[in-house]
């Protein structure tokens, strides 16, 4: 068998495959509904009326999708120079342990100032995170997949060890949590009297920001050709190491803002368990946006409206919730199968 | 000085050493076959998750033992297959599919588990593999209850580096896949099939991952929890490369990464480690991880087509 | 098989009406062709004629879209290298097809045994390969490591792959573009002896003088067809070149100028080895105004290292680089091109362009961080895009516009946007590294009239190439590569092929190189 590119897909073939794809996802949820004793159509329409079937539901799917949005903003912005972070997850709490730090009354500042100074120490400590991966990388050619791997669970016990030391909340009956935040820390409701943060706005500033500064800017163009070919780039004189490291704080940056809104918008306090493993699913939003900054906003709202959706189908039906994970990465693996086969054909022989 | 000295001294320590090490000698020697091959293996955590779910649901469910190993295996080989088909024939990113496959394996298991046992919040246990002591060896002071009184997933663990260096290094199928790795175009223009070879290698190193994934429930918790692969497969991986890609080397790394995870635990009970939070302790097997890959990023004989997909007739 | 049939003159291969396609191209046109037992046909043509394609398909890497192969009789199954294996047909491939971190004895042994055989039987098999070794002049020790041995060694273990196998029909593909002359006569040799035992051999190749020394009988494929066919006795070189390329070959027109000021000079300069590849030795070197310097020499002597050096990716560890009479302070790549020097990089797909890129964002590669097309780190898409149309306009880059992907051109129209990106500036200093290796004719003139015509202006130029011809052609003046040493300089048409070949081997070379 051989793959043979197609010089010019047509629109069927681009479209198509794609389809195909999420029709497979679709199916596999439907197969484990009925192995878990449940009407498929039945478990599906749960999921989506849970997602997206009233206001409450559907302002919970884009609160659950604003954390994902940064952390497939940092993962896009990574992949796309070929930077396998792998570690948005440990950025995240890294720029939730700052937000906690600063904005539990450390700093009596008015929540003009408090906040930027806020989203700023966190997206410095997200992006310190991912430097060193990179620095050793770059440096030492140590591959970084497995070294933002590792650092997951380096910064998550750092975290759980602050918890349990000086940032325990006194109050706290002993829970490993932080003190509430001050009022001035709070990131305020976007339409007063609805259940939604300025987090998700600044999630979509965000992404038009990562999208100009790949389309627009000299970093960008550097980023892009470092990616696609780091042989060309290197002897075509783009400093490379440079513009890896330059990619990792950016994206080190962006997964902290994660954290930032989750503990500054909607939770109000940093525990251990503010991120269900929003960084590692930020790979499957990345993935399904193909890196399109623009379409990680789409993509996040989607999968987040696939886990809340589950949640509540799985609370109505009794389906296993892990049945949403099932079917994103069944998503991941099928949609980039389906980008594969609209760029290429299939020839035996 | 002395508290060191009698943790060192202890077969308990020792034992203690060898049954960390096992879990991640199986699975290391997984991700060794699939890189000698050509192909990087991501899935490990996540196929490590489903060995330890399938093999303790096969007890749990009253097949035998070794029936659960081989089931364990079997569900691992299931993923590999998988893996295979994108990363090898359709040359898939080997990152994006590794990682999907461990998210994939991850939530099959999980799913599984709640679907089995719907409102169950203690894990129960199985009746699991006993240590069986070596007739005479086990005799010996210290080395008998440190070595030769171990369960035979142990025993296995141990054969099995022998086993994967011999076919490596003295059998055609070895040479096949070692050459897989470094140039794919040299497997075929000796009419040997890069696909089927990769995806031979890729299958039989995720069986051998679940099989480690399995020694967690099998043999040393005794029942299926969240979380409790815990890294493991990443850690694999850095052995693989602190191993500089040979059996041997690999499971020397993970017995040393076995001595310092036991001696963290022992410390964290003396005088010293009370004074120290625990998180401390747990985060240095990852930081030591770490560390190996640096040390080792110099000089290691990376397998020159990793992470190259290989298209027949292309060059 | 009856006697007749075993006689010398039996057919052992027969080629019947061979086609492939690839997407739009058309890479083999009903190709048809016998092979007689204890014969040489020489498959004559040139860049991109099909030559390899066709033998690609032979040995079963791809299947044809039509056509039907016999061999010695029976049908080859497609695309099934094993099949061709079996039925004793070996090949050398242009690009070794070797395990680098293998023995020499483990590369032959790999898939011989069946897959699941208990052993290597090492010591049986070292034994054959060592009478196989002697028997044919192919001077190898099995237990060498492969990353380690010389281009010359590599092919050596190649063919051994091949006759270790039984192998009775063998299939050279351009094997002599790594080999010194006198390598080539030793290979040569090693043919005659195969040819004596009753193997034959497909050599093919585009240089018509060792299809003249070597071969029987001689094919000639353009375009994918087969043009010509003729008794090598019965033709002579000029016969073959205008079948080859349709039109008679003419060599560059290059008037005699006199040098002017050196513009870059190497004295005494080494750089850091690079695994097998060394690094500088000491070189001295001389570039100057309106000159060509060719460098000749078999492939990994040095001439990547020497490129790179130009390039600005490698810095020199001991002696001195100058430019212009200064030497520069920081080495990079963008020094090197602020210092004037132009690129055109050996591997056009790997380091010339980004496969990916536009045309438009191939064509500001090396200029990007620059105004017009970069100001406070914002591009100016429409001047970049403006430059691309003017570089396609002015060196004849055959596209559909510039927001073409780059990976959708031919190479040689790949190498003119190159060209282009390296010569707008009228650079001082151009390092041209392999800059037609794979182009076809037209493509090649239009290259080696674009570096005429920049020396006419003044421009240094150093010209790496492994083909002699085109050094000796195009050359002011020449060094030979040795195991990164440069000989001393030679003018133009001082030497002859044989003396420039006894040097690219290594004679001539002062304390003792052979040895080395």
């Not at chain 1, 009596?108 to 997206?123: C, N, T």
């Not at chain 1, 004189?237 to 500054?264: D, Q």
């Not at chain 3, 091109?337 to 056009?348: C, L, N, S, T, Y």
Request: some cysteine.
């Amino acid at each position: 068998m051989r793959l043979e590119p197609v010089a010019n897909p047509s629109l069927a073939r681009l479209l198509g495959f794609p389809a195909v794809a999420l029709a497979v996802t679709v199916l596999i949820g439907s197969g484990l509904a009925m192995v878990a004793g449940a009407d498929p159509f039945a478990t599906l329409g749960l999921i989506l009326r849970g997602a997206a079937g009233s206001q409450f539901a559907a302002l919970e799917t884009l609160n659950r999708a604003t954390p994902l949005i940064f952390t497939g903003l940092a993962v896009a912005v990574a992949f796309r120079a070929r930077l396998w972070n792998i570690g948005a997850e440990a950025q995240l709490y890294a720029g939730a342990v700052m937000v906690a730090l600063l904005g539990t009354g450390a700093l009596a500042w008015p929540a003009g100032l408090l906040l930027p100074a806020m989203a700023g120490a966190a997206m410095l400590a997200g992006a310190l995170v991912l430097l060193g991966p990179a620095v050793l990388k770059v440096r030492f050619g140590v591959d970084e997949v497995v070294t933002t791997l590792l650092f997951n669970f380096v910064v998550l016990l750092f975290v759980s060890m602050l918890l349990e030391g000086p940032l325990k909340d006194p109050m706290g009956m002993g829970w490993p949590q932080s003190p509430r935040l001050v009022p001035e820390a709070r990131l305020p409701r976007l339409v007063e009297g609805l259940r939604l943060h300025w987090g998700f706005a600044l999630g979509l500033i965000a992404a038009v920001i990562v999208w100009v500064i790949q389309t627009r800017t000299t970093l960008g163009y550097e980023m892009r050709a470092v990616g696609l070919n780091r042989q060309a780039a290197e002897f075509a004189g783009i400093p490379v190491g440079r513009v890896i490291l330059k990619t990792a704080l950016l994206s080190g940056g962006l997964a902290a803002l994660a954290g930032f809104s989750e503990v500054a918008g909607l939770k109000g306090n940093l525990t251990l368990d503010i991120s269900p493993g929003f960084g590692y699913t930020g790979i499957i939003v990345a993935m399904l946006a193909l890196l399109n900054p623009l379409g990680v906003v789409v993509t996040a709202i989607f999968v987040a409206g696939v886990f809340v959706g589950a949640d509540s189908m799985s609370r109505a039906a009794g389906v296993p919730t892990y049945i949403a994970n099932i079917m994103l990465a069944t998503a991941l693996l099928t949609m980039v199968l389906a980008i594969q086969l609209s760029r290429f054909r299939v020839k035996w022989g | 000085m002395a508290e060191i000295l009698d943790i060192l001294l202890s077969a308990s320590f020792w034992a203690a050493v060898i049954r960390i090490a096992s879990p991640l000698i199986f699975a290391t020697m997984g991700e060794l076959i699939c890189e000698r091959a050509g192909v990087l293996n991501l899935g490990i955590e996540g196929i490590m998750v489903a060995g330890a779910f399938a093999g303790w649901m096969a007890v749990y469910s009253g097949l035998g033992l070794w029936t659960g190993v081989a089931v364990a295996m079997g569900a691992g080989m299931l993923f590999g297959l998988l893996h295979g088909t994108l990363t090898v024939p359709f040359g898939l990113s080997q990152h994006v599919v590794g990682l999907g496959i461990t998210l994939l394996a991850t939530a099959v298991a999980y799913f599984a588990y709640r679907l089995a046992l719907p409102r169950v919040t203690t894990p129960p246990r199985i009746e699991a593999f006993q240590p069986l002591p070596v007739p005479y060896l086990s005799d010996l002071p210290i080395v008998g209850p440190a070595l030769f009184t171990q369960t035979p997933l142990t025993y296995l663990a141990f054969a099995l580096v022998g086993v994967v260096s011999l076919v490596l290094y003295r059998t055609p199928l070895g040479l096949a896949v070692r050459a897989a790795g470094e140039n794919p175009a040299a497997v075929e223009s000796q009419g040997l099939s890069v696909t089927a070879i990769r995806m031979g290698a890729v299958m039989v190193g995720s069986g051998l991952m679940a099989v480690g994934g399995a020694f967690l429930t099998m043999s040393a918790f005794n029942s299926f929890f969240f979380e409790m692969v815990n890294g493991r497969g990443w850690i694999c991986i850095a052995l693989v490369v602190f191993g500089a890609w040979m059996p041997g080397k690999a499971l020397l790394g993970a017995v040393l990464f076995g001595i310092f995870d036991a001696f963290q635990i022992r410390l964290q009970q003396t005088a010293l480690g009370a004074d120290i939070p625990y998180q401390v302790f747990l985060m240095l097997p990852f930081l030591l991880s770490i560390l190996a890959l640096v040390v080792m990023s110099r000089r290691a004989a990376v397998p020159a087509a990793l992470m190259t997909p290989y298209s027949k007739g292309e060059r | 098989m009856t006697e007749a049939q075993e006689g010398a003159q039996a057919t052992v291969l027969r080629l019947d009406g061979i086609t492939k396609r690839f997407g739009q191209v058309l890479a083999n046109d009903s190709v048809s062709l016998a092979l007689k037992r204890g014969e040489v046909v020489a498959l004559l043509g040139e860049n991109g004629a099909g030559k390899t394609t066709l033998m690609h398909i032979l040995f079963g890497h791809y299947a044809a879209d039509a056509g039907r192969i016999e061999v010695f009789g029976e049908a080859l199954p497609p695309g099934n290298p094993r099949a061709a294996l079996d039925a004793g047909v070996g090949m050398v491939h242009q690009h070794f097809t070797l395990a680098e971190n293998l023995s020499v004895l483990d590369n032959i042994l790999l898939g011989t045994r069946p897959l699941w055989a208990p052993g290597l039987g090492r010591a049986a098999a070292r034994a054959r390969v060592v009478q196989l070794a002697r028997d044919f002049g192919l001077a190898v020790v099995p237990e060498h490591r492969v990353g380690n041995l010389s281009v010359g060694e590599k092919q050596r273990v190649e063919i051994l792959k091949a006759l270790y196998r039984d192998a009775r029909i063998l299939i050279l593909d351009e094997p002599t573009a790594v080999l010194t002359p006198q390598e080539t006569e030793d290979l040569f040799a090693t043919l005659r002896k195969m040819v004596a035992k009753g193997l034959s051999v497909v050599f093919i190749s585009h240089k018509l003088h060792e299809v003249l020394a070597i071969s029987n009988r001689v094919v000639v494929l353009r375009h994918g067809r087969l043009v010509g066919e003729v008794e090598t006795a019965r033709t002579d070189r000029a016969q073959l070149a205008g079948m080859m390329v349709g039109a008679e070959v003419r060599a560059p027109e290059r008037r005699d100028s006199a040098p002017g000021v050196a513009l870059l000079t190497l004295a005494a300069v080494s750089t850091a080895d690079r695994g097998s590849a060394p690094g500088l030795k000491g070189a001295d070197l001389e570039l100057r105004a309106g000159q060509i310097v060719g460098l000749a020499g078999v492939s990994g002597n040095g001439q990547g290292a020497l490129a790179s050096l130009l390039a600005g990716l490698e810095a020199p560890i001991a002696g001195e680089m100058r430019l212009a009479g200064a030497a520069p302070r920081r080495w990079s790549p963008r020094a090197a091109m602020r210092a004037g020097i132009a690129r055109i990089p050996e591997d056009r797909h790997a380091t010339g362009t980004i496969a990916d890129f536009t045309l438009t964002e191939n064509a500001i590669l090396e200029s990007y961080a620059r105004a017009p097309f970069s100001r406070r780190g914002w591009m100016d898409w429409r001047a970049a895009r403006d430059f691309a149309a003017r570089l396609i306009a002015r060196y004849d880059v055959r596209c559909p516009g510039p927001e073409t992907r780059i990976r959708l051109l031919s190479g040689g129209n790949m190498q003119k946007l190159i060209l282009g990106r390296a010569l707008e500036g009228a650079p001082r200093v151009i390092l041209a590294n392999q800059p037609v290796r794979g182009l076809d004719i037209g493509a090649i003139a239009f290259v080696h009239g674009q570096l005429l015509e920049a020396r006419a202006r003044g421009a240094a130029i150093l010209l790496i190439s492994e083909d002699l011809d085109e050094v000796m052609a195009l050359s002011d003046v020449i060094h030979v590569i040795y195991e990164g040493r440069l000989s001393p300089v030679f003018a133009r048409a001082e030497k002859s092929a044989a003396e420039l070949g006894e040097w690219m081997a290594g004679g001539g070379f002062a304390d003792g190189a052979h040895a080395a």
